[in-house]
Every structure is written in C-alpha cells, then in structure tokens.
C-alpha cells in the first residue's frame, strides 16, 4: 500500500492509488475506492498540497451514498471510522487540532467498537500528535502506550503510517531522562535488539489467531490439506475457519483473500505491480 511511499518513489505510490480508484469506480467495489482514496489523502495531506486534499475529501464525501445502500450498508461504519481518520489527517495539516481531535475521538470508538486493531493504534498516536500540539505533558506517555500495544501486535511500521511529528515524538521517547522512562510503558522505551519477522496485522482484532495463522500459510503457497494438518484442523473445521477468513476479507476465494490481505496491509505486499495485478484479479471475483 504505502511501501512505495516510504522507500521514496511517491508518485508510483500515488499512480498505482490512482489506477485501483479507477478500477474501483468501473467495477462498482465502494471499499477499495475508499481505501483508495483514504491512502491518497494521507498521503497529500503529508505533504501540505492542499487542493489535492479538499478535491479528496470531496470525493470522500460523496461517496458516503454509495454506504448508504442496501448492498453496501453493512460496510458503513468503516467508512465512517476511515473517513474520520482521513478527516483528521487534512485538519491537523491546516492547524485545526480541535477539530481534529473530535474526529480522532470518533475514529477511536468506531475502531474499538468494529475490533480495527492497527486502525485503533494509529488513532491513538495521532491522538498523542493531537496532546503535542495542545502542548499537553502526557503526550509522549500517550504516545508510548500505543507503541507499546503495536509492538505487542507487530506493527512495526506503525509510526511510518501516521505523522512525521509522531517520529519525532518517538525519538524523544528513546531518549527519555530515567524520571520519564518510569511514567511510561517499559516496551515502549527499550530498544529492539534484533527485528522479528513482522507478524500479522490481523491478530490485532479483524482476524483470530487461528485466521491469521491461515491467511499466513496462504500467503506461502501452502496447499489447504497442509495448512490443515499442521493446524490439527478436520476437514470440517478447516472449511469453517476458511468460510469465516473469506467472509471477513469480502471474498470467496482463498487466493483472493491473501491479495485482500495485501492490499489491506495486513500481510507484507510484494511488488507494486504484483499488487495491481491483485487488484484486477480481486475486481474479477
């Protein structure tokens, strides 16, 4: 999703949004035009390139009917949770932090109530963005409770995702007098010694453990009947826990599922073109 963005290659980021909001729009897929076009504002707003954002979020607006039809209905609280966040991005790059604020504070029930872990803790970093700029003194420690929660969930590129002043904020963490160190989460201070294969973003609450453990399986190419017998799962319960991985990822193929994963973020993408290709073969089934 991002990955080009933070290897320095923007604008491919930015064209392959384009393209899935495009292809979104000719095949009627609401969700991934959201995605889309959530991904794209961040990123503009980022970058304080105004017009690009109120053309956004104007776009964001309107395609809030398209949640409010029956076929679609079910989805509107994500839209309205990513919406939120989106909303807060452009506010806290004109200076509104109060009006920021309020749509974190949405976003932060919306997430908790649907189980978005990783959605959950980006809100809660900007959150502590949001205490910065107010100049409150618990703003690192908010800050490092929600590094602590992305550690314990392996979201390791949590801070690339959310605000450049959060990277600094995080910095100031490392460097934290002892006095400080105490008033804050030990994980959140102390240093990695060794990075650890990145683990998946849905064991932080939109999959369970054992769906996360499938989807994981699924993305190396191992063939159900394996997946199966390495989990100890029947052949009854393998079809249940795959029924369920579908339904949650709005699919009805396992293959499909792992590229839905990819684009969510939720397991590591390969390439950008391996990722638009995922993105025509998910419009087609």
């Given at each position: 999703r991002s990955s080009a963005l933070h290897k320095g290659e923007e604008s491919q980021a930015l064209r392959l949004l384009d393209e899935l909001r495009a292809l979104a729009v000719e095949r009627n897929l609401p969700r991934l035009q959201l995605h889309g076009i959530v991904e794209q504002l961040r990123i503009h707003a980022l970058q304080s390139r105004r017009?690009?954002?109120?053309?956004?979020?104007?776009?964001?607006?309107?395609?809030?009917?398209?949640?409010?039809?029956?076929?679609?209905?079910?989805?509107?609280?994500?839209?309205?949770?990513?919406?939120?966040?989106?909303?807060?991005?452009?506010?806290?790059?004109?200076?509104?932090?109060?009006?920021?604020?309020?749509?974190?504070?949405?976003?932060?029930?919306?997430?908790?109530?649907?189980?978005?872990?990783?959605?959950?803790?980006?809100?809660?970093?900007?959150?502590?963005?949001?205490?910065?700029?107010?100049?409150?003194?618990?703003?690192?420690?908010?800050?490092?409770?929600?590094?602590?929660?992305?550690?314990?969930?392996?979201?390791?590129?949590?801070?690339?995702?959310?605000?450049?002043?959060?990277?600094?904020?995080?910095?100031?963490?490392?460097?934290?007098?002892?006095?400080?160190?105490?008033?804050?989460?030990?994980?959140?201070?102390?240093?990695?010694?060794?990075?650890?294969?990145?683990?998946?973003?849905?064991?932080?609450?939109l999959l369970t453990i054992k769906e996360a453990r499938i989807l994981e399986l699924l993305n190396q190419d191992v063939p159900e009947a394996s997946i199966a017998e390495t989990m100890h799962l029947d052949a009854a319960l393998m079809r249940w826990h795959m029924g369920h991985l579908c339904s949650k990822l709005s699919v009805t193929r396992p293959d499909a599922a792992v590229e839905r994963a990819r684009l969510m973020g939720l397991i590591e993408t390969g390439s950008l073109p391996d990722a638009m290709a995922a993105g025509q073969r998910l419009a087609g089934g």
């Open positions: 017009d690009e954002v109120v053309a956004l979020e104007t776009e964001l607006d309107a395609l809030a009917a398209a949640f409010a039809t029956t076929e679609f209905a079910t989805f509107r609280p994500q839209y309205d949770l990513l919406s939120a966040m989106a909303k807060a991005h452009a506010l806290l790059d004109r200076g509104d932090v109060a009006r920021a604020e309020r749509h974190l504070l949405t976003a932060d029930a919306l997430a908790t109530s649907l189980g978005r872990g990783r959605d959950l803790l980006v809100v809660r970093v900007l959150r502590a963005v949001v205490a910065r700029l107010r100049g409150a003194p618990l703003a690192l420690r908010l800050l490092g409770e929600a590094l602590s929660l992305a550690k314990l969930g392996g979201n390791r590129r949590l801070l690339l995702d959310s605000h450049p002043l959060a990277i600094e904020m995080a910095a100031e963490l490392r460097t934290a007098s002892p006095s400080e160190r105490r008033s804050m989460p030990r994980s959140a201070t102390t240093p990695d010694t060794a990075e650890p294969p990145r683990p998946l973003v849905g064991t932080c609450g």
